[in-house]
């Protein structure tokens, strides 16, 4: 099975096409494939405990792995301790090191 990575830049509070990203996500996992989401940009404010509407943990709980970047977190001002349950921290670096894997596909939105 191939694994595949979606980078989530937009804000899912402004961009209504967000929902994309989950309903794929969720397929391929279904499928058997190994899905990352990589939040950065403003696509880390969905990561926040509070954050209305996401669907974080939903793809958390079905295994779908879900990073923020760390870099985007500060500069929105949230911290660590803000994320939704499995959401995890995550730098620029692991997401490099995701798409020079083999059989790798990487979507960016």
């Known amino acids: ?6 980078i989530e830049s937009r804000d899912p509070f ?3 096409d967000t929902q994309f990203v989950s309903d794929m996500a969720l397929a391929l996992k279904r499928l058997g494939h190994e899905v990352v989401i990589f939040l950065a940009q403003n696509g ?20 779908v792995s879900v990073l923020a970047d760390d870099f985007s977190l500060r500069e929105r ?9 499995g959401v995890r921290e995550s730098g620029i670096d692991a997401l490099v090191d995701l ?3 083999k059989e790798t596909k990487a979507i960016w939105h």
């Open 1 to 6: 099975m191939a694994r595949y990575v979606f």
């Open 14 to 16: 402004e961009s209504r």
């Open 44 to 63: 880390v404010l969905a990561a926040r405990q509070n954050a209305r509407r996401s669907h974080l943990s939903l793809l958390a709980k079905a295994g």
């Open 77 to 85: 001002g949230v911290a660590g301790e803000e994320l939704s349950a």
């Open 99 to 101: 798409l020079i894997q």
